[in-house]
């Protein structure tokens, strides 16, 4: 070997090491070693402009990404490894020995960005807020209502949350950046938090402008709680709603991060590097999303389960990941073992059950058989597909997949919102991509969401006994290991059954971060740790 | 022609009003509203109380009543400069107005203007010289800027300046009159690309008229008199035949505040098409129909203007 | 009552060209052409070379527009000439299958927006009265809309199809027409044959088809040629807006909004759609420019 060729090879191996150590989380702890240089301002960008900015009752992430940073939670993902929860407000916690009662500790001498005290009033308050029905609070409500009974403030520095039983997600959910905790006289002046007027939180960072639809500028909290922190003295959001001009904006270096919606595909990793150089760090992350194809199980042909079968059997998630996701995803998984851990059935097994495993010969065989059985020439579906991202990409991949076993689908493209709309209404008999993101990493999101009969998109109704009951028993389940079994037989039921959401893969996706910024760590859901607080930027 | 304009002028409102129900019309005709959007998007209630949901937003913004009676409360507000409240941006929608207009219509005279001095010169340029090659090429030129998307010609800029110059127009807008040099580094590159996407009409009216005036008697007349080519062309045929340029541009400049939107997506301007755009994906009603309201409102003025100056100028119109 | 955007259109007869030989046979008369409009004769050819690849595309294009069967991102090569896309199809033979469809959806747009604007406009200018007062609104109204965003409704309330598109690129043109045609006949209705065919008692109906529309045929050809080109144009904006046709359609519009997503990696991704998209639309515009100028070279051409 020459000494020319050694150069590329070389650097093969070193950037799979940084691949590594970066995966690992051990490049950024090396830089964590430096001493934090505070000051600085941090610029990224938004996709969308958030328009309402009421924390509680919107659910986009554009919401969530222009707020972050101005309000903290009782509890949060820990900004040094977001995998972990700890308390954020509440210094410390303890939980009654049956389960239902949690006393939060709150810490002393928090301050709202207008000088008035923070107390246990605001807890209850907030959390009085998000429980009441009437609020209709999409994320946070929607997650506690169903495990809460009430919320006591017992002192000015003491909450005391009485679930309605045993409730395993309840500290996961407790700690999604959505359950922000807002002032009580902030809601008492304003009714709502809508305006940008009524943004005071006691985060790391104050709402200090919004200019509509240019951009979003936060100033450092010089009271903050935490002693030192923020280290930057300020956060711009630019709002860039195209495509080609958030690339642009990055590979100008007018953006230092891309940890929101869209990620990028590879090839824009690929132009970005090539533009930026070592100047960056580019990843590939989960983003806690799930690649759903859904059937209506109460019209023809999904009305009969053999075909919904068929779906699952025909479609090859491998070929579907490999080139609709350009590799960036985990096929056929109903939960997926990097977010989910232990919860997540092991791949090795997911990957040898009909339907997921290759070679397809098998399966699309069986496919056919029970098309035929029942649509001896085939029978043609509509396709609904909003026309967002790759969508339609992936339909045709989706559809050239099932035209083998005799479904064949023609495309009907919906308008992203009028999407919604009308998929939530029910009217459509074959979705064959809708990505739904979830809102924690607890394993039993997904099922509550899609799957059970009463599930807020369960667009199919869909109706099964045993998932409904299985779901339940997972919620109140607080054994880590029976809570386990429970997911891990509810995910055996779904691949082999014929649910009428067929999951196709969990997307990744493709992030940067300029080398500038320090301290930045992906967490796994992307609404969660964008505030910011440990966030520096070197020289 | 005080009689004349009072004509037109009566005229005009029920263009507009057509414009405004046309707007309102088409609206709903699109599937979904505001309500099942924020129900369906979120996805995350139980679906027993999420029809409830609906109904229940549907009832606060007055959605459930009968679409002829929130037309006429729209059309009552409208008339006294109440264009009510955005549902996204829980402000005025006026206000929304007061803010994106201006931009939007900085960015519209901008280009305007730019057209005007590339494409009235060239026309000149293209008729004086008809049937040469500087008239071939003069028109290859301009017809080419028609000729590609200008979406196209948008992006294919920025990625330029990324990939030639590392630098990029600034992403965040500021006011001509806080800071006019930033304002214009924003503003400059997608006035170049509108503006060549719409000279190539301006230059062949231009054209096209000049060749009509030169062959007209008073024309000749002064060329018989021994004026110099030159001076017969800028004098006298480019004063007569500006006119009809300058209705066309008139009428071309109410069509261009809606033909921006793809540039202010591009260059990230927050103008009236931005807004425009994400009330429209939202079904922010009352933010789409102001802002349609708004754009058609500039058209049929500038249109009516050029009218009752047609009319002033010459008066056989006024009979026609 | 005249106004701004029909004045513009009033039909004046001067002509600049020189007279076409009419006694000569159709080979002189290609060649006078070609000598007094070389960009007409430019541009006629590369409209002719547009219809012979939409007419011939299943034979000419060497795979289906739609075969997501090769390896995406392949540089231009021998065995693909225009390379492959994101998702593995064979550039050339959308690009060749685009022809048909942007062909299609220019020609039966403005077949129907022109030819349903030209009978609004001539028909109401012919009677006047109210009718053509109130059909006068109506036109002003669907113009006020900017296009664009007229366009975007439509496409939004209607649902994405091939067949939407020209629905509302149709709607679209209709008043445009109505007004351009409206105008001319105005002035032709003044003329003295006109008035001698009423007096000869001949049927209304009779006089517009046999005297009006006849004259009416060379502003019709020109807003027909130039707003064919103009169709194009808007489609591939409602691509980029994502309202357009389907994205799976070989519509140039769609293949040129997927390659603004890979400008770098796969620049072959836009440079072919583009230089397609931007020929037909020259072509189309320096041959309706040539008809304009042979017939009435103050006539303004589409872009309503």
């Known amino acids: ?539 | 022609m005080h009689q004349y304009a009072a004509r037109r002028l009566l005229l005009f409102v029920p263009s507009l009003l057509g414009a405004s129900i046309l707007i309102f019309v088409l609206l709903r005709l699109v599937p979904g509203d505001i309500a099942e959007i924020l129900v369906y998007q979120a996805g995350a209630e139980s679906s027993s109380v999420q029809e409830k949901h609906v109904q229940e937003i549907r009832r606060e913004l007055g959605l459930d009543r009968p679409i002829a009676v929130q037309y006429l409360i729209w059309l009552g507000g409208a008339v006294r400069g109440d264009f009510g409240q955005s549902y996204i941006q829980q402000r005025p929608v006026t206000e929304i107005l007061r803010e994106r207009f201006p931009r939007s219509l900085e960015l519209a005279f901008l280009t305007l203007v730019v057209a005007i001095v590339w494409a009235v010169p060239l026309g000149v340029v293209s008729a004086v010289r008809q049937n040469t090659w500087a008239d071939h090429l003069v028109r290859v030129v301009s017809i080419s800027g028609l000729s590609l998307p200008i979406f196209f010609t948008g992006v294919l800029i920025l990625w330029a300046l990324v990939r030639f110059f590392r630098w990029l127009p600034p992403l965040e807008f500021v006011s001509f009159f806080d800071d006019p040099a930033e304002n214009l580094k924003q503003l400059i590159f997608p006035t170049l690309a509108q503006a060549y996407y719409i000279s190539a009409p301006i230059m062949r009216l231009t054209r096209s008229q000049m060749l009509e005036v030169v062959r007209q008697d008073y024309v000749r007349t002064a060329r018989a008199k021994g004026l110099a080519n030159r001076s017969v062309v800028y004098r006298h045929a480019l004063a007569n035949s500006l006119l009809p340029v300058v209705t066309f541009v008139g009428w071309w400049g109410g069509r261009l505040l809606g033909g921006i939107v793809i540039m202010e997506i591009i260059f990230a301007i927050p103008g009236m098409g931005t807004a425009l755009v994400q009330a429209v994906s939202n079904r922010d009603y009352p933010t789409v129909q102001a802002i349609v309201f708004v754009m058609a409102l500039v058209f049929l003025t500038l249109n009516l203007l050029v009218d009752l100056l047609y009319g002033w100028l010459d008066p056989r119109i006024r009979y026609a | 009552m005249p106004e701004a955007a029909e004045r513009v259109g009033v039909a004046a007869r001067v002509t600049g060209a020189r007279p076409a030989p009419a006694d000569k046979g159709w080979w002189d008369r290609l060649r006078w052409f070609t000598t007094s409009q070389p960009l007409g004769a430019a541009g006629a050819l590369i409209v002719l070379l547009l219809i012979v690849t939409a007419v011939l595309a299943p034979a000419l294009a060497p795979h289906g527009p739609k075969d997501a069967a090769f390896a995406p991102y392949l540089a231009p090569g021998a065995e693909f000439p225009m390379g492959t896309d994101h998702l593995g199809r064979d550039i050339l033979s959308r690009v060749i299958w685009g022809a048909r469809l942007s062909l299609y959806v220019g020609l039966t747009s403005v077949l129907f927006g022109i030819t349903l604007g030209a009978l609004w406009g001539i028909v109401t200018a012919y009677y006047g009265g109210a009718a053509d007062s109130a059909s006068q609104r109506v036109a002003d109204s669907l113009m006020a809309l900017p296009p664009i965003i007229l366009a975007l409704a439509l496409m939004a309330a209607l649902g994405q199809s091939v067949t939407n598109v020209i629905i509302a690129l149709t709607i679209l043109l209709i008043p445009t027409a109505a007004r351009t045609l409206r105008s001319v006949t105005l002035s032709i209705k003044e003329m003295p044959y006109i008035e001698a065919a009423r007096a000869a008692g001949t049927s209304e109906w009779r006089v517009i088809f046999w005297h009006v529309v006849p004259n009416c045929l060379s502003t019709y050809i020109v807003l027909f040629t130039v707003n064919i080109a103009y169709a194009i144009v808007v489609e591939a904006a409602l691509a980029f807006l994502g309202l357009g046709a389907p994205p799976d359609e070989p519509s140039w519009g769609g293949m040129l909004t997927a390659g603004t997503q890979a400008l770098e990696t796969a620049p072959w991704m836009i440079f072919f759609p583009g230089l397609a998209i931007s020929l037909t639309v020259f072509g189309l515009n320096l041959l309706g420019d040539a008809i304009r100028d042979l017939t009435d070279p103050r006539l303004r051409g589409g872009l309503g």
Not at chain 1, 434 to 448: C, H, K, N, Y
């Open chain 1, 1 to 539: 070997m020459t000494a020319r060729e050694e150069i590329p090879l070389m650097r093969s191996v070193l950037s799979l090491m940084i691949a590594i150590l970066t995966s690992l989380g051990l490049a950024s702890g090396a830089s964590a070693q430096e001493k934090p240089r505070p000051g600085g301002v941090l610029n990224w960008y938004v996709y969308g402009d958030p328009g309402r900015l009421d924390i509680h009752l919107e659910s986009p992430l554009s919401v969530q990404q222009v707020l972050a940073g101005v309000y903290s939670g009782l509890l949060h993902r820990d900004p040094d490894d977001p995998t972990k929860i700890t308390g954020d407000l509440a210094e410390r916690w303890t939980v009654s020995p049956d389960g239902k009662v949690y006393t939060f500790h709150l810490r002393r001498g928090v301050k709202w960005h207008d000088g008035q005290p923070f107390t246990s009033a605001d807890v209850k308050a907030t959390l009085d807020r998000v429980l009441n029905p009437a609020t209709k609070s999409p994320r946070c409500g929607s997650m506690l209502k169903p495990i809460v009974a009430s919320a006591e403030a017992v002192d000015p520095l003491t909450v005391q949350v009485a679930l309605k039983f045993p409730a395993a997600p309840f500290l996961e959910y407790t700690a999604s950046a959505w359950c922000a905790i807002a002032a009580k006289h902030v809601l008492e002046k304003f009714g709502d938090l809508s305006k940008p007027e009524a943004q005071i939180g006691t985060g790391p960072f104050k709402f200090k402008r919004y200019e509509r639809g240019s951009v979003i500028e936060w100033e450092k909290n010089k009271d903050y709680f935490r002693p030192g922190l923020p280290y930057l003295d300020g956060v711009k959001q630019f709002v860039l709603v195209g495509f080609p001009t958030q690339l642009a904006a990055a590979k100008a270096g007018r953006v230092m991060l891309w940890d929101t919606w869209p990620p990028m595909k590879k090839t824009d990793a690929d132009e970005l590097q090539r533009a930026r150089g070592n100047e960056v760090e580019i990843g590939q992350n989960s983003i806690n999303t799930i690649f759903l194809a859904y059937m209506h199980t109460q019209k023809p042909p999904f009305d009969n389960p053999d075909l919904r079968r068929a779906v699952h059997l025909a479609l090859d998630r491998q070929e579907i990941v490999a080139k609709a996701l350009e590799g960036a995803g985990i096929p056929c998984a109903v939960l997926d073992p990097k977010l989910a851990g232990e919860f997540a059935l092991p791949l090795e097994e997911v990957n040898k059950l009909p339907g997921c495993r290759q070679p397809k010969d098998q399966d699309i065989a069986e496919a056919k058989r029970l098309v035929e059985k029942h649509y001896p020439n085939g029978v043609d579906v509509e396709a609904a597909v909003r026309s967002v991202g790759n969508y339609v990409d992936r339909a045709q991949l989706v559809l050239s997949q099932l035209r083998k076993i005799g479904i064949r689908g023609t495309i009907k493209t919906y308008e992203s919102a009028a999407g919604f709309a009308v998929f939530g209404k029910g009217d459509f008999v074959f979705l064959p991509t809708q990505d739904r993101a979830m809102v924690t990493v607890d394993p039993g999101d997904l099922f509550s969401l899609v799957y059970t009969t009463d599930a807020g998109s369960n667009w199919g109704k869909w109706t099964d006994k045993k998932v409904d009951e299985l779901t339940d028993r997972g919620l109140r389940e607080t054994n880590r290991e029976k809570r386990k079994q429970i997911y891990w037989e509810l995910q055996r039921y779904l691949l082999s059954g014929a649910p009428s959401a067929v999951p196709v893969a969990w997307v990744e996706g493709y992030h940067f971060v300029d080398k500038r910024v320090r301290g930045y760590k992906f967490a796994p859901t992307v609404y969660d740790n964008n505030t910011f607080m440990k966030v520096w930027l070197a020289q």
